[in-house]
C-alpha cells in the first residue's frame, strides 16, 4: 500500500512521530512509487525555496534550519520571510501544478505580499476583472533593495499580525498522474510539444489535474501593516471581504533524465486571476506603490510596465535573471549557475505563446542549452 502525498510531505517536513516515520522509513526500502513521488515532493519544495532565496534572504535551505528560525521569529522580518516561504512550499505540494509555473507565480506573489508589486489595471467592460499570464520579464531587485525593505519592516512592522493578511481556500482535488503520450494530449486543449533533448532518455509523462485557489483579503491586517511602513495611501475598505480567484489549469509535465541530470518540460494554458465586480484595483496599485519603503529604483520599473494585465515578473536578482527571446517572443532564463555562491543548482527557460505557458527546468542547464530545447518546441 502507497502513502498519501500529504504524508509523504509530512515526513519530509518531520513532522510524524518517530515511529510513524520509522515505518515510513523501512517502507520507502521496498516501494519505488513512494520513493518516486517523495522525490517529486523533493523536487518541488527544493525549487521553491532557491526561487525565492533570491530574494528573500535569510530563508535557509534545509528544513532543519527554517525549523530553527521557528524560535527566533521575534523579529518582523524574520517572520513574514519564514510564512511567506513556507506558504509556497506547501502550497507548491499541496496544489500539485506545474512546478516552475507555480513558483513563477509564487514570486510574484512574494512581492506582492513585499509590497513591491502593485496589481494590475482593470478591465473595463467585464463583469470580472481578468488576469492572464501571456508575458514574462525581468524586474531587476538588488540585495540593498531587499535590505532597504526588512529595515522598514524592522523598524516600523515589528507588532503588526501578519499570520493573518486573509483566508485561502483551495477547491478541486489535485493529482499528478502518470500518462501516455495520447492521454496527456487528451487532458488539453493545445498541441502537446516534447522536445528530444540529446543524451535523455524517453521522458515519463505526468498530468497535473487543474485548480483553483480563492483569497479573501482582510483588509484592516493588510492597512495596519502599510500604516506601520509608513504609508498613507491605504487599501479601501471596499476590499474587505472580497475575494479573488486563481485558476491553474490541467498542466503537463515530461521529466527527462541523463544520468544525474534532470530536466523538466512543463507545459501549461496560461493561469488565470480574477478580480470581482467592482474592485477598484487601480486603488491596491496606488496603495502599494506609495509605500515609502518601496526602493525607489524598483518603483519607476514598476510604474514603466504598461500591460500589468497579461505580465508576471520575474526578479532578477543582482543579475541571475535575464530578458531573451524564445522562438520569436520574450521569456527569462534564470541561471542557477549565477550565484556567487552556487546554491542554486537549477535554472530555468519560461516563455508563453499563444495562450500557453513552458518552462524548461534542469540541472546544468545552461542559456544556449536550453534555448536550443526550447527550439525544438515551435
Known amino acids: 500500500m502507497c502513502y498519501k502525498e500529504g504524508i509523504l510531505q509530512a ?37 521553491a525555496k532557491s526561487c525565492m532565496e533570491r530574494y528573500l534572504a535569510g530563508v535557509q535551505e534545509t528544513y532543519s534550519t527554517i525549523k530553527d528560525t ?27 501544478l506545474y512546478k516552475k509555473i507555480v513558483v513563477t507565480a509564487a514570486m510574484a506573489a512574494v512581492l506582492f505580499t513585499a509590497f513591491s508589486i502593485p496589481a494590475v489595471r482593470s478591465m473595463a467592460g467585464e463583469l470580472l476583472t481578468v488576469f492572464r499570464m501571456e508575458k514574462v520579464q525581468t524586474v531587476n531587485i538588488s540585495t540593498e533593495d531587499i535590505k532597504q525593505i526588512e529595515r522598514a519592516f524592522n523598524e516600523g512592522a515589528g507588532n503588526v499580525n501578519i499570520d493573518n493578511f486573509g483566508q485561502v481556500e ?56 502599510l500604516q506601520a511602513m509608513g504609508s498613507t495611501k491605504l487599501l479601501p475598505e471596499s476590499l ?49 506603490l506609495n509605500v515609502p519603503a518601496l526602493p525607489d529604483n524598483l518603483r519607476n520599473q514598476l510604474l ?45 527557460l519560461v516563455w508563453q505563446n499563444n495562450g500557453v505557458v513552458y518552462t524548461l527546468s534542469g540541472t546544468n542547464l545552461d542559456e544556449a542549452s536550453a534555448l536550443a530545447i526550447a527550439g525544438q518546441m515551435k
Open 240 to 288: 474587505d471581504g472580497q475575494t479573488f480567484t486563481m485558476h491553474m489549469p490541467t498542466a503537463i509535465l515530461a521529466n527527462y533524465r541523463s544520468g544525474d541530470d534532470m530536466l523538466t518540460v512543463t507545459q501549461v494554458r496560461s493561469p488565470e486571476m480574477k478580480a470581482p465586480s467592482g474592485v477598484d484595483v487601480l486603488a491596491i496599485k496606488d496603495a502599494l
Open 70 to 96: 521557528r524560535s527566533s521569529r521575534n523579529c518582523f522580518s524574520t517572520r513574514l520571510r519564514y510564512n511567506i516561504s513556507k506558504l509556497f512550499e506547501r502550497g507548491l505540494n499541496a496544489m500539485k
Open 170 to 225: 483551495v477547491v478541486g482535488k489535485q493529482e499528478a498522474v502518470p500518462v501516455t503520450f495520447a492521454q496527456a494530449a487528451d487532458a488539453v486543449d493545445f498541441t502537446v510539444k516534447l522536445p528530444q533533448p540529446d543524451g535523455y532518455e524517453e521522458p515519463q509523462l505526468q498530468k497535473i489535474t487543474s485548480s483553483t485557489a480563492h483569497l479573501t483579503l482582510d483588509v484592516a491586517n493588510i492597512n495596519s501593516l
Open 304 to 348: 514603466a510596465i504598461n500591460d500589468w494585465q497579461h505580465t508576471i515578473l520575474i526578479p532578477n536578482m543582482d543579475g541571475t535573471s535575464r530578458d531573451v527571446i524564445v522562438n520569436g517572443t520574450q521569456g527569462v532564463f534564470v541561471d542557477g549557475n549565477a550565484r556567487p555562491d552556487k546554491s542554486m543548482a537549477m535554472s530555468f
Open 11 to 47: 515526513y519530509l517536513d518531520s513532522e510524524l512521530d518517530s515511529e510513524q516515520a520509522c515505518e515510513i522509513t523501512r517502507h520507502l526500502e521496498q516501494c519505488a512509487g513512494c520513493r518516486g513521488a517523495l522525490a517529486e515532493l523533493q523536487s518541488n519544495d527544493f525549487f
